[in-house]
Nanobody, 124 residues
Framework: QVRLDESGGGLAQAGDSLRLSCLAN????????MGWYRQSPGSLREMVAR???????EYGDSVKGRFTITRADHKRTIYLQMNSLGPEDTAVYYC??????????????????WGQGTLVTVSS
């Protein structure tokens, strides 16, 4: 069984920084990409940052220059460093993993997995 465990959300003031973490738990052979998405009330879920297995990174336009995605632990953990936070960054942040292939036999491919979400609230 594979799951994504997120941590690091909370309260912040405008201008503050926060770091989110997401660990892919389970017997995993490969993950094609991992990323962070966010959703605020009344809005669609949007991509914040994404990193592929090969190391390609993309950011949503609204966070470029402020947020940084990194990874560790044999590509099973990703982080989102969020700097210069503003009230517009208030949202539930979700970790997503794409094309997750298990190491156990028979191999199973999960097209996508989502974490439970972590709330980030930024006050002005």
């Amino acid at each position: 069984q594979v799951r994504l465990d997120e941590s690091g959300g909370g309260l912040a003031q405008a201008g503050d920084s926060l770091r989110l973490s997401c660990l892919a738990n389970g017997n995993i052979a490969r993950i094609a990409a991992m990323g962070w998405y966010r959703q605020s009330p009344g809005s669609l879920r949007e991509m914040v940052a994404r990193i592929t297995d090969g190391g390609l990174i993309e950011y949503g336009d609204s966070v470029k220059g402020r947020f940084t995605i990194t990874r560790a632990d044999h590509k099973r953990t990703i982080y989102l460093q969020m700097n210069s936070l503003g009230p517009e960054d208030t949202a539930v942040y979700y970790c997503k993993a794409e094309q997750v292939i298990t190491a156990t036999m028979p191999r199973t491919t999960y097209p996508e997995l989502w974490g439970q979400g972590t709330l980030v609230t930024v006050s002005s």
